[in-house]
């Protein structure tokens, strides 16, 4: 977990009460957090990930100020209109495909202020961006743009610029040979024949995410009033939220919020949206969960206190909350609210005998096989991106979501092959060979069920070498199986069999559609086999 330090004198100003030490120690650790040591003026939090909006000074304060009943509701920001544009080109597409932008005024910084400024943006890096790889940030002197900012990608060998704190101009690829930013995320970059680049209307490269800004034109310091702040990566909805994190934060620092025009091919965005959303409370089921019994002035209350607002039996959720996305979120929230330390402790009156679950020894002994023929064990997400699924040419009648919050988690997985793919795609950096392997719940249509799937990836992997790890590990298990030949878009026609055990089917496997390969970026061939495990499980051995 992400660990912050605070300033305790600027944490109390914002917050608008001076706080006991006891008091302080008391009330961060019940706030949800934890709290490592108070040292002076130093405060050092430890910042759970689900709460990326309470990684600076002015996100913790705005917290901890409504928690404590200073400031309680929900805080509104008032977004100005501009004629700002940023014009986002097709080349970006397939590389790094969408950025989400504003612009911030009248800030008055001195060094803790762009002290704080380099903590949120690194802390955000780490946990909201992944290290980078899902969404990356650039704050700039918007003194130092002349606009419309285009977002564009360039052939990697005509993209020059100096670096943040170098010394000298370098070309793209000397960056992320020689720059410490370039060595330590070059690897996001890897595979490609262009990079992309923020640029204004001068030609004056602003940065190369996710690498690195530009001395000239991405250097904040003590004379910078206005900034322009951008993030980019591969889904839009995470990047309005992660915008919407770092300009409350700037605004609370006393800026003026102004919204950007993004232009993309065929249709237009306004960012920043600080528009709140809002989910339809349910009192019954939070006092079922709670085993409380509260009413709805209170219910209205505990959600104050949290940083919501309650109105027509609905809770009113802030633009920069990422982590509400069920109900169950918001009861944990009116817990907080409540007290942890009120509830009464109980013993309940229900005895059970605890057994394991039939699947799961057999579950164990198929991952001790897989992982001692050298494979590396992953585990992924149930929901994920449609695209995928349409570019791996799965045509499954997949479950939807009704009401996602992100186009990037919008379907249940179907296989596990999309998973391990997109493992793969990620992962291309790594050493080859890269063989791994998952089990893990899939939906088909009205019901789960568990699945194995193992991939092998490297320069020469084909049909055979996955066909002796299925020997193995059916060897092991002391089962026979056959293979038919079957036809799917997956697979190559020819190279591609469906696994029969005591007549009944159990999975596929293969070698990897070409076409497929092309759409997940993947320069190396892959065979894939995936295999209805908890079915195999009940097979008499």
């Given amino acids: 977990m992400p660990t912050i330090t605070l300033n305790k004198k600027i944490l109390e100003n914002l917050i608008g009460k001076k706080l006991s030490l006891e008091q302080l120690k008391d009330r961060i650790s019940y706030l949800g957090t934890d709290l490592e040591s108070i040292k002076g003026d130093e405060v050092t939090v430890e910042i759970f990930p689900n709460r990326a909006d309470m ?80 969404a990356a940030i650039g704050i700039y002197p918007f003194e130092k743009i002349k606009l419309p900012i285009y977002y564009k990608a360039l052939p990697k060998n005509k993209i020059k610029f100096k670096a943040l704190e170098s010394q000298k101009e370098m070309t793209a690829i000397q960056i992320l040979s020689d720059h ?39 250097k904040i310091t003590k004379g910078t009033k206005d900034v322009f702040i951008e993030c980019s990566g591969f889904d839009f909805e995470t990047l309005k939220t992660l915008l919407n994190i770092i300009v409350t934060t700037l605004a609370d620092m006393g800026g003026d919020i102004y919204s950007m025009e993004l232009i993309y091919p065929g249709k237009k965005e306004i960012t920043p949206d600080l528009m709140p959303t809002m989910m339809k409370v349910d009192i019954h089921y939070i006092n079922k969960i709670l085993g409380l019994s509260l009413k709805e002035k209170d219910i209205k ?88 699924l349409n570019k791996i040419l799965m045509k499954d009648n997949t479950v939807e979501l009704k009401n996602p919050l992100s186009k990037e988690f919008s379907v249940l997985r179907p296989s596990l092959i999309p998973s391990l793919l997109q493992i793969l795609s990620e992962n291309q950096h ?108 009940k097979m008499p051995f």
């Avoid at 200073?70 to 014009?87: D, M, P, R």
């Avoid at 680049?197 to 034109?217: E, G, R, V, Y």
């Avoid at 206190?305 to 509400?324: E, H, T, V």
């Fill in 55 to 134: 990684l600076s000074e002015q996100g913790f304060a705005r917290a901890l100020s409504s928690f404590i009943g200073i400031k309680t509701g929900l805080k509104k920001y008032n977004v100005k209109k501009s004629n700002y544009i940023v014009k986002i080109d097709s080349s970006v597409k397939k590389i790094r495909p969408y950025t989400a932008c504003a612009i911030v005024k009248n800030l008055k910084f001195d060094d803790k202020k762009i002290k704080g400024v380099i903590q949120l943006q690194e802390k955000l890096h780490i946990t909201y961006g992944r290290n980078r790889k899902k």
């Fill in 180 to 218: 410490p930013a370039g060595r330590e995320y070059g690897h996001l970059l890897y595979g490609l024949d262009s990079f992309p680049i923020f640029i204004d209307a001068n030609n004056k490269i602003l940065s190369m995410p996710p690498i690195i800004n530009s001395h000239d034109t991405g």
């Fill in 301 to 388: 209350k505990f959600l104050g206190k949290m940083g919501f607002n309650y109105k027509n039996k609905k809770a009113l959720i802030p633009a920069y909350r990422s982590d509400i996305l069920h109900q169950i979120d918001l009861v944990e929230d009116i817990a907080i609210a409540y007290g942890y330390e009120k509830f009464d402790k109980e013993i309940p009156n229900i005895s059970t005998i605890a057994e394991e679950n039939s699947f799961e020894p057999f579950k164990r002994k198929v991952q001790e096989i897989l992982l001692g023929l050298g494979l590396l064990e992953t585990s992924s997400f149930t929901i994920i991106n449609k695209e995928v």
């Fill in 430 to 537: 790594n050493e080859y060979p890269q063989k791994i392997f998952e089990i893990n719940t899939i939906v088909k249509e009205n019901h789960e069920e568990n699945s194995l799937a193992i991939a092998v990836s490297h320069e020469k992997a084909n049909f055979t070498e996955l066909k002796q790890v299925l020997d193995a590990l059916f060897s092991s298990l002391k089962l026979e199986y056959k293979i038919n030949p079957e036809k799917t878009d997956t697979f190559i026609e020819g190279r591609c069999g469906k696994i029969f055990v005591n007549k009944q089917s159990m999975g596929l496997m293969g070698e990897i559609n070409p076409q497929v390969l092309l759409n997940m970026n993947l320069s190396n061939p892959v065979s894939v086999l995936e295999i209805d495990i908890e079915s195999l499980s």
